[in-house]
């Protein structure tokens, strides 16, 4: 089980460079299903890590480096095909705070210090990639619909996608700023308290 568990999120890793080249060559399609499966292994490898007790430094690594280069490497790609402001400013601004939460970590390890991510089942940090991978989710099946659109479509399913899927996408996107902001706050509050123990 504990490879198995390793497998999901050594896959998720492999799906986020994997969704580079299928978005340059407009498998868009291909593109969702790929960061879907990556997505869904985000819950299934912890849920049965925990569920099994096969819970693994090694594994954690993969774990956390999973989600952020699935999550990063897919919102530089948006923000290539997508350079409008209320998409690239959101996007510039997660990336430097995940930038911010490693270089903290990075320091507090220098001096043989721990800053592990909140165990807390709703916790800030997981509101806010649930909300990031949502956003994304709906972004990148807007791109594969888009290539069912002909001039004879009459599919009111397909519309209604097209009209609700842009709206789910932008304010997921900024909500999960927000939450990213507020985590961030969390993380530098910590950090501070570290840093007053040094002194």
């Known amino acids: 089980m504990k490879f198995f568990v390793n497998f999901l999120s050594a896959f998720r890793i492999a799906a986020s460079f994997a969704i580079i080249p299928t978005l340059m060559l407009n498998m868009y399609w291909t593109t969702f299903i790929l960061y879907t ?48 402001w209320f998409i690239v400013i959101p996007i510039i601004i997660m990336i430097c705070r995940e930038l911010y939460i490693s270089g903290l970590r990075e320091f507090l390890g220098t001096q043989k210090i721990e800053m592990p991510v909140p165990k807390a089942r709703f916790s800030m940090g997981k509101i806010k990639t649930t909300l990031q991978m949502v956003s994304i989710a709906a972004f990148l099946l807007i791109f594969a619909i888009g290539t069912l659109i002909t001039p004879d479509l009459e599919s009111r399913a397909v519309m209604f996608l097209i009209h609700i899927l842009p709206r789910i996408g932008v304010w997921g996107l900024w909500l999960s700023l927000v939450a ?20």
């Open 37 to 84: 499966l990556g997505a869904a292994s985000d819950w299934f490898d912890g849920y049965l890590a925990r569920k099994y007790n096969v819970c693994s430094k090694i594994g954690g690594v993969l774990d956390h480096i999973g989600d952020k280069f699935l999550v990063v490497n897919t919102f530089i790609m948006m923000a290539i095909m997508m350079p409008v």
């Open 180 to 199: 990213s902001i507020w985590s961030a706050t969390q993380y530098t509050m910590t950090f501070i308290g570290h840093l007053k123990k040094l002194k």
